[in-house]
């Protein structure tokens, strides 16, 4: 199944590094195409089998699947670059291209000389843990079958987590996973410095902190429980865990994580 991505950037070519080290695609069935040398050859240099392309779409012609990894921004003249060679009919396109919407793409895409073959759409929105294959991946799509749906689903699981949304839920998924990873550095960076400030050296406290948001993330993702039960687990009359959300709370804990996210939406 071949595959051209275009973007060779930070998040095109995690995606590449994973799908190397996945099942679904050899290293050969994959051309990453970009404008600057560099990224392709540290991809090269990772996995000479994986094909490159400065800034020359050819590949895209006879691609399964063409993956658009570049900067928002710069989406629009790439679909220009590359429309004329695209066969609708044969092809899945997908973006990861944050708040362009599939509308957009639509225009992007439309060619007035074919207004009945209409593209197989999928928007994709990871997050940085794709790096190391554990990224939650929101996926909306349109004009898509159940088997090409199965199909990306399959790809990005290899990467992390798949997950199928109507696409009205994308921006407030992208909230909660793909900001939200930055929400819990912050309060790994906070916890850290309380840590310091009680006597751990930094790396030490980081890695406390760190295990201790690991084993609370496997608890809740074994369990299925609410957080509350949990919490519950650990908070005794008089004792020290609820003194310390008591602290939280009061200085709008919650309050603030819920508004980062609505404004992040």
């Keep these: 199944m071949k595959t051209t991505i275009i973007g060779g950037g930070n998040m095109g070519s995690a995606i590449v590094r994973g799908l190397v080290q996945g099942s679904i695609f050899k290293p050969s069935d994959l051309t990453v195409i970009?404008?600057?040398?560099?990224p392709l050859k540290a991809l090269q240099d990772f996995n000479p089998a994986v094909r490159i392309a400065l800034n020359e779409y050819d590949s895209v012609e006879n691609a399964d699947i063409i993956l658009l990894a570049v900067k928002p921004w710069l989406i629009k003249n790439t679909i220009l670059n590359i429309k004329s060679k695209l066969k609708y009919s044969k092809q899945i396109i997908v973006s990861i291209a944050a708040g362009i919407s599939i509308r957009e793409l639509n225009e992007m895409l439309f060619k007035p000389d074919d207004e009945t073959t209409l593209p197989v759409l999928f928007r994709v929105?990871?997050?940085?843990?794709?790096?190391?294959?554990?990224?939650?991946?929101?996926?909306?799509?349109?004009?898509?079958?159940?088997?090409?749906?199965?199909?990306?689903?399959?790809?990005f699981?290899?990467?992390?987590?798949?997950?199928l949304l109507?696409?009205?839920?994308?921006?407030?998924?992208?909230?909660?996973?793909?900001?939200?990873?930055?929400?819990?550095?912050?309060?790994?960076?906070?916890?850290?410095?309380?840590?310091?400030?009680?006597?751990?050296?930094?790396?030490?406290?980081?890695?406390?902190?760190?295990?201790?948001?690991?084993?609370?993330?496997?608890?809740?993702?074994?369990?299925?429980?609410?957080?509350?039960?949990?919490?519950?687990?650990?908070?005794?009359p008089g004792g020290i865990t609820i003194k310390g959300l008591n602290e939280l709370e009061a200085n709008g804990f919650s309050d603030a994580i819920i508004k980062a996210m609505k404004i992040s939406k």
Aim: contains cysteine; aromatic residues 6%.
């Design 125 to 155: 929105i990871p997050n940085t843990a794709i790096s190391i294959r554990q990224s939650v991946n929101l996926i909306a799509t349109e004009n898509a079958s159940s088997e090409q749906e199965c199909l990306i689903l399959k790809i």
């Design 157 to 163: 699981n290899e990467l992390g987590y798949a997950f």
């Design 166 to 236: 109507e696409e009205s839920k994308i921006s407030a998924g992208t909230a909660l996973t793909s900001c939200g990873i930055a929400y819990l550095f912050r309060y790994v960076r906070a916890a850290m410095l309380a840590g310091v400030n009680m006597g751990f050296y930094p790396k030490e406290a980081q890695n406390l902190v760190v295990k201790t948001m690991l084993g609370a993330a496997a608890l809740l993702d074994e369990t299925k429980e609410n957080p509350e039960v949990e919490i519950d687990k650990v908070t005794t």
């Design 34 to 38: 970009d404008i600057l040398e560099a």
